[in-house]
């Protein structure tokens, strides 16, 4: 079956430090969404993005999909203490053909 | 508009106990999802209804079953409960089970533990 890996798995930043996670598909997509779950709370859908190479911008959040369609990349820059939570990258290669990534958990350190 | 309901929030059941989980949306979605969330596991599918009037297994369906009762409601059901089963269950929906309209709604989640 399709797997939908992140890295890292945990991340500790320093206030005002950016931070990465990555993305990685075993097969093909035909977009990625990606969403947001606070320590406690429920996931929440961030952004999707479609086309290859596509780059969306969310404030200090950048959004970023492969060429090849099988990765992708969330970027935070200057982070705060808000940003603090899970994040989840989801590959979808069709209908109802949704994989959730296993997840970057991020804290912030004020 | 309250988006996903699910119930209960917290349980703690025994060993072989049975249970259904409740959820419903009053976004007028058409697919509806179970997911269970574990440490290190991300969120795994464990059944979807594209439409009102079909249920399908997703990644985890062992020890589950699913009703879709109506276009609003979506119950999990566990005829026995395990230990394995000890997670935090999500139900979502979405309007479409595709692009543009499959962005995935979650409720708030129910804490479920089995002794």
């Known amino acids: 079956g399709q797997q939908v890996m992140q890295i890292p798995q945990y991340q500790h930043v320093q206030e005002g430090e950016d931070f990465t996670t990555y993305c990685n598909s075993s097969?093909?997509?035909?977009?990625i969404q990606w969403y947001k779950q606070r320590p406690g709370g429920h996931p929440v859908f961030l952004i999707q993005l479609v086309k290859s190479g596509e780059v969306k911008k969310q404030k200090r959040l950048t959004f970023q999909f492969g060429e090849a369609k099988k990765n992708s990349s969330l970027h935070i820059t200057a982070t705060q203490t808000t940003d603090v939570g899970t994040y989840f990258c989801a590959g979808v290669r069709g209908y109802q053909k949704v994989t959730f990534g296993t997840g970057t958990k991020l804290q912030v350190i004020p | 508009n309250a988006g996903v309901t699910q119930t209960p929030k917290f349980q703690v059941l025994k060993t072989g106990q049975s249970m259904t989980l409740q959820c419903a949306q009053d976004?007028?979605?058409?697919?509806m999802y179970w997911y269970r969330q574990d440490p290190g596991m991300g969120l795994r599918l464990i059944y979807y209804?594209?439409?009102?009037?079909?249920?399908d297994k997703g990644e985890v369906p062992n020890g589950y079953n699913v009703s879709r009762l109506n276009k609003r409601e979506f119950s999990l059901r566990l005829e026995s409960a395990a230990p394995s089963q000890t997670s935090v269950y999500f139900c979502?929906?979405?309007?479409?089970?595709?692009?543009?309209?499959?962005?995935?709604?979650f409720g708030e989640g129910s804490w479920l533990t089995v002794v």
């Open positions: 976004m007028n979605h058409n697919s």
């Open positions: 209804s594209a439409s009102e009037g079909t249920t």
């Open positions: 097969t093909t997509l035909s977009n």
């Open positions: 979502a929906s979405s309007e479409y089970g595709g692009p543009p309209g499959n962005t995935i709604y």
